[in-house]
């Protein structure tokens, strides 16, 4: 499990950051301010051009591979889903100490929450460990063996 969680969080990490560098770089795109085909196409053009969005794609398609990564080594969704929620710590951490942006208390309550959780998420995972199931040569009778 610690192997699991190791990956989750180097995930998470990635997953922080693709989000500072997608949040820089639409400012650079600017404001989208209005709905119409020639707005939704400049807006593209810009994104797809710009170096901070395209840097925040491949940070989040990494976080994307790391989840792929985690499933296929038979961890149960109903654990490492959740467990993403963390993702919204590290992003919260990484707009106040990196984007500057103020956070309120309230905010920090839900990010102190969100703690709460995954750690009862990881104690659930802890405390439902199953046991091995005992080797070939053990299971089978002493004539046999």
Known sequence: MTKLLTILLIGLVFEAVGVVYLNKGLKQVGEVHQISVSEVLRVIKSGVTNPNILLGVFFEAVFFGTLLV???????????????????????????FILHENVPLVRWGGVLLIMLGAALITYSEKKEEKPKPPSAATSLPPAAQ
């Open 70 to 96: 985690l499933m296929s080594k038979g961890g149960e969704v109903s654990f490492i889903w959740p467990l993403t929620a963390l993702g919204f710590v590290f992003t919260t951490l990484a707009a106040r």
